[in-house]
T-cell receptor, first 109, second 113 residues
Framework: TQLLEQSPQFLSIQEGENLTVYCNSSSVFSSLQWYRQEPGEGPVLLVTVVTGGEVKKLKRLTFQFGDARKDSSLHITAAQPGDTGLYLCADSYGNKLVFGAGTILRVKS | DTAVSQTPKYLVTQMGNDKSIKCEQNLGHDTMYWYKQDSKKFLKIMFSYNNKELIINETVPNRFSPKSPDKAHLNLHINSLELGDSAVYFC????????????FGPGTRLTVL
């Protein structure tokens, strides 16, 4: 059974700071997705990465996929209160998503 | 326009009762899902339906019975509710593609007293 570990579990920072959260898998990802879930809402897809070593940017968010396709990081530059939420990584294979436990991010103004 | 909608948003009930949660998607997707998110925010798949047929059942107790009357709807009926069923239940939908994006509903917070 695949295990996805995310770290840190909780992160509280001031507006304007940079941060990185991590996702590590016990086995090679089929394809890795990052989702953000805001309080009271369902998760929303941020990015999908498939190729080892891949780097994708989404405005202030930078996603890296490890060469061995077993780990990933999400870096946020100049965090804003609107970035507050639960960040989830997931492995997508077939019709199934297997999620990590998530990182709760709180950005204080 | 709401893509994936669920009703109700909140559900508070007593142990032993039977309840249903409804889900509808207007995205034209072939596949729909139910996920359970526990108090620690861990999100786990329960069921998946493709074109009204069950394709994933993740060892969920028989008290949970999904029903898909058509491609756009996937309802979840729960019999004999237990305290441990308290959680947020999310419906989602997607097209059947490799690494396809799943679109989630807003969730139904179920509290069993």
């Amino acid at each position: 059974t695949q295990l996805l570990e995310q770290s840190p579990q909780f992160l509280s920072i001031q507006e304007g700071e940079n941060l990185t959260v991590y996702c590590n898998s016990s086995s090679v990802f089929s394809s890795l997705q990052w989702y953000r879930q805001e309080p009271g809402e369902g998760p929303v897809l941020l990015v999908t990465v498939v190729t080892g070593g891949e780097v994708k940017k989404l405005k202030r968010l930078t996603f890296q996929f490890g060469d061995a396709r077993k780990d990933s990081s999400l870096h946020i530059t100049a965090a804003q209160p609107g970035d507050t939420g639960l960040y989830l990584c997931a492995d997508s294979y077939g019709n199934k998503l297997v999620f990590g436990a998530g990182t709760i991010l709180r950005v204080k103004s | 326009d709401t893509a994936v909608s669920q009703t109700p948003k909140y559900l508070v009930t007593q142990m032993g009762n039977d309840k249903s949660i409804k889900c509808e998607q207007n995205l034209g997707h072939d596949t729909m899902y139910w996920y359970k998110q526990d108090s620690k925010k861990f999100l786990k798949i329960m069921f998946s339906y493709n074109n009204k047929e069950l394709i994933i059942n993740e060892t969920v107790p028989n008290r949970f019975s999904p029903k898909s009357p058509d491609k756009a709807h996937l309802n979840l009926h729960i019999n004999s509710l237990e305290l441990g069923d308290s959680a947020v239940y999310f419906c989602a939908s997607s097209q059947v593609t490799e690494a396809g994006e799943q679109f989630f509903g807003p969730g139904t917070r179920l509290t069993v007293l």
